[in-house]
Structures are given as C-alpha cells and as structure tokens.
C-alpha cells in the first residue's frame, strides 16, 4: 500500500510532529511526503527515515497554507493511495477533514494507534477515553497525534524529490497576513521539556518567571487554558483537550490545578512535576514529583537551583 | 446576512466521563448534558453580528435525538430567532452530520455559518471543515476574530505559532476558538421568550441524506492510569531527584 503523508515544515525542516506522522505511516505501507514550500525543505525531508518518495512544489498557490486549494490538491492526488495523513497539528487538521469529505469517507482525528490498515486507536473525551475504530471507508484520511508516536529520525533516508502535480485554485479565500510569534524555544509539541503556567501566575507579567526557568532549561512555556482565558498567555501556548497536546520527558506545571480538561494535554509526558500552594489540587494525583508551595517563592529558588551544577 | 448555528448536545464539560463495563462506550444515561462550548461561543458571535446590524436572522440547528431541543431552546434564549431539529436516535459522524446540514443549508440559503471547531465528546474537529467541502465553501476555522469586510468576511484565526487573517468569499464556514467572545447567560425573560419561538423537527429521511456511520467503534477503554508520585520537601530535593532519580535535568 502506498501512504500520502502531507508535511508541515519551517522552511527548511519538516517538523517533529511531521516525522511522528511519517512514523506511523510507515506502519501502513510505503510513504510518500508531500513537500509544499522551499526546495531546502524537500531536500531535508527526503533525508528522513522511512521516506521513500517526495513531492514537491514552490507553487506560491500553496505558500500559506489556505484550505481550499491544499485540500483540491491532495484530492486530485490521492488515487494512488490507500491512506492520506497529515499530523494534527493546526494545519493538519484544518485541511484534512475537507480533503475526508470531497472523497466521501469519514475522517479519522488524531490517531494514537495503528492496529491495522483499517484499524486506529484515537483518544475521545479529552483522553479519559481510548476508542478503538475500524474505518469501511476505502481510503482512510487521518491525522496523527505527534505525542503517541516515536518520530521517524531525522537523518537516514535518501528518497528521490519529485514534482507534485500543479492543482487548481478554487478562488475562495485570501491569505491578508499572519503574526507569528517569534521564539528562541523550542515548538510546544516538540520539546523534551515544557514548563506550563496557570491562573496561579496571576498576570502575563508574572508569566517571565517561567520563561526564564524554561531557558536555563531549553524548555518550550505552555499555559492552562484558565492561564490563557485570563490573558495570561498566547492560545497557541495552550496545553489541553483543546490545545496542544505535549509528551515531553519533563513536564512541569506551576500553579495549575489539574483540571481534565488540561491533564488531556500532558498526561503522556515521561515525568511530570506540579508546583502548588494548594495541596489537595488533582494535578498532584498525575505528578511523579509533587511540591507544595507559594510559587512566587519556589520558582526562583528553583531557577538558582537548577543554575548550580 | 443571515446566519446558521449548528449546536451540538454533549456531556457537560464539567462531568467527568466513565467508560461503560461493557466497553461499548462511555456511560451517558442520567449525566448531565450541555450544548457543546465551543457552540455557545458560536451562537454568541452569531447574537452579536446580528446586535451589530450584521444580520437579520439567525437559524440554531441541531442533530440528534428529540432531547436536542434543549441546546436549540439554548440558543434561542441567547437570541437565536428559530430553530430547526433533525432528529435522528443512533450516531452521528460529523460527515453524516456535515451532509445533513447542507440539506438544510440548501433549503434555508444562509450567507455564513458559525460552528464550534470541535464537539468536547468525540474531539473529532471536522464537521466545519467537512461542510465546507461539501458546499465548496471556503472555511475560516479556529476563529478569534470575525469582521465582515468588503463584501465578504475577515476572519483571524488561531494557528501554531500566533495568528493569521484570511478574507473570504460569502457564502462562507467559521468554526470558533476559546478567544472569539465569551458567550452570555440566558435572561431570565428571554428564556420565557425562547419558549415562544418555533422549532421545526426533520428526519433525516425528509433531507434525503444517509446517516450510516462509517466507522465501527469495537471496544472503548480506560488509558492507562499514572499513578501519584511522591511529594517533595523542598527546592533542593526536587531538584536533586530530577537530576539524580528521574535524569530528566
């Protein structure tokens, strides 16, 4: 079988969440990547392990991303495929349900299991619940989960860049312009360790005191989604059933509480520390190291802690 | 301009779920249901366009089973002006829902419809998207901002990394994120006055649509539980268990 995995990219490098597509691609069939941007892109993707083919275009049509274009693309290539993924990253998943829809087949959100061709495991409620689904679609359209799956490494392949075909262009949306954040971290989903503020942080002032521990550490900053409901933090730092969902080695949540809704979001992470000044707070019952403290007090400490060797 | 709000009816954010015995599901007999967040949020900036002089009507539209009028009256209460039920007893995939609601969509005409990015029971994160494809509409998804602009609509959206504005052609999709609005209670007399406004109930049948799911679900379970670690004394320990026990530091 032959898998289309459509790839998310800096410009110069596919993403982390992009390889854990390829990932789990890979134990579908053979996997052809979907390159839309710089030639350097292209060429760093068909570096990457498990790839075996890459389709690429410059075509400025493709340039920011809009849906309705990308999905006409991808529909018009997807004959040759048993399965199209994408990971579920904020561009996966605004394309690939329409790409489900215009060939008729249900599509399968961000999966965190291969069980067979046919077969997915994907997270429901907020992840307090695994559902196991099995598609009678004849192509299955899928997003991945980046935080469930190993990525594929980056180094190790030698797939051959060919064109993608040129697709039409719908003539439905204009891209007008984007701010993106610019950041020395490293992305959320990608990080080994991400250090979360919550409402506790009391203003987006306060939120410095974990930035600056995050960059002793190298570590992405996320946020609760009661941190960013109060305007403490971006969206897009938000960890949670609605936000991002991270597995990082170390994960450290200061001043949040442990509500589901955000324990979706970081229950996968290798180690888990909460700072708390409340001691009954549910984030302690998920954490393999708990600290009961004010952490106006505790985070600098901790900053002058970890600054020692 | 006249609007359309798909309003979905989940289990409320605050119930926490429990798989059934059976495996079969997640137990939804006597919980407490709720509209779906990120709806109210959309029936909200559909109540606001439309106090802006943006739109004249507002058409709240729900799938599912006969107890569905409740988010509908929901939406009514918040100022929707009608509402149109689809009643239909088993599951519903969002592209069975997406089908029937461009049924719906193709006997009302609306200009723009506004829908939450995601329903909080199935996390599927498609049924804007799948409208829109199914229309050949464009979509403005995870909306934090929607302006009617030249003709058409301006909308800001939340992506990895920050924002980006898109202008689309009407008719168009907008499905919401957290930041759009913070939706409104429901008065006290306008939850009277929503009780007084028409709801017209459909079949699927009467759309002509074909409601079968395509996925089977064969078994639902619990994910592994984490187990509660230890409490630490201090800064110092923490620190040394991070770097000496955990090696994560």
Request: with cysteine; glycine share 8%.
């Amino acid at each position: 079988m032959a898998v289309l995995v459509l790839a998310d990219h800096d410009g110069s490098a596919v993403t982390q969440p992009t390889r854990s597509a390829i990932a789990a691609a890979g134990k579908l069939g053979d996997v052809t990547l979907l390159v839309l941007g710089p030639r350097a892109a292209a060429e760093s993707a068909a570096k990457v392990a498990g790839v075996a083919k890459v389709l690429h275009t410059e075509d400025a049509l493709y340039e920011n991303g809009l849906a309705e274009p990308l999905a006409a693309l991808l529909v018009s290539m997807a004959e040759g495929y048993s399965h199209l993924l994408a990971p579920a990253s904020a561009a996966g998943k605004n394309v690939m349900p329409r790409v489900a829809a215009l060939l008729d087949v249900q599509v399968i959100s961000d999966i965190a299991g291969v069980i067979d061709a046919d077969t997915f495991v994907r997270p429901i409620y907020a992840g307090n619940a695994l559902a196991t689904v099995k598609s009678a679609d004849p192509k299955k359209v899928i997003t991945v989960r980046a935080a469930s799956f190993d990525p594929a490494a980056a180094e190790g392949g030698s797939a051959a860049i060919e064109a993608a075909p040129k697709g039409e262009d719908p003539g439905l949306s204009n891209f007008l312009g984007a701010e993106i954040a610019k950041s020395e971290r490293p992305e959320l989903t990608a990080a080994k360790v991400v250090i979360s503020g919550g409402r506790a942080m009391g203003s987006a002032e306060n939120f410095h005191i974990i930035e600056s521990v995050a960059d002793k550490l190298g570590a992405a900053v996320g946020a609760s989604r009661a941190a960013v409901d109060a305007g403490y933090a971006p969206n897009d730092h938000q960890v949670g059933q609605t936000g991002k969902i991270v597995a990082p080695d170390l994960y450290i949540a200061v001043g949040i509480s442990g509500a589901i809704q955000h324990l979706a979001g970081m229950k996968d992470s290798k180690v888990i520390v909460a700072i708390n000044k409340d001691e009954e707070a549910p984030i302690f019952s998920v954490a393999d190291y708990g600290l009961v403290g004010d952490l106006f007090k505790v985070m600098p400490e901790f900053e002058t802690e970890i600054g020692k060797k | 301009m006249k609007l359309l709000v798909p309003v979905k009816r989940v289990v409320d954010y605050n119930v926490k779920v429990r798989v059934k015995a059976d495996h079969t599901g997640v137990e939804t007999a006597n919980v407490k249901m709720s509209m779906n967040p990120f709806d109210e949020i959309a029936v909200e900036e559909a109540v606001r366009l439309k106090e802006k002089g943006a739109a004249t009507e507002i058409i709240a539209v729900s799938a599912g089973p006969s107890a569905c009028q409740e988010q509908i009256r929901t939406a009514l209460a918040m100022g929707a002006d009608r509402g149109i039920l689809i009643e239909h007893d088993g599951l519903l995939e969002p592209l069975a829902v997406a089908k029937l609601l461009k049924a719906v969509i193709a006997k009302e005409s609306p200009d723009l419809v506004i829908l939450g990015k995601q329903a909080i029971d199935d996390d599927m994160n498609a049924t804007g998207q799948m409208l829109a494809a199914l229309l050949g509409w464009p979509q403005g998804t995870y909306a934090s901002k929607v302006e009617p602009a030249d003709g058409g609509i301006k909308v800001t959206r939340e992506v990895d990394g920050g924002l980006e504005r898109l202008q689309l052609k009407l008719p168009a999709i907008v499905t919401t994120d957290l930041r759009l609005n913070e939706p409104r209670y429901a008065s006290l007399p306008n939850i009277m006055k929503a009780r007084k406004k028409p709801i017209e109930t459909l079949k699927p049948a009467d759309l002509g649509v074909d409601v079968s799911p395509r996925l089977t679900v064969l078994k639902v379970e619990e994910p592994p539980k984490r187990q509660a670690g230890k409490k630490v004394g201090s800064v110092q320990e923490l620190v040394d268990k991070l770097r000496n026990e955990a090696k994560v530091i």
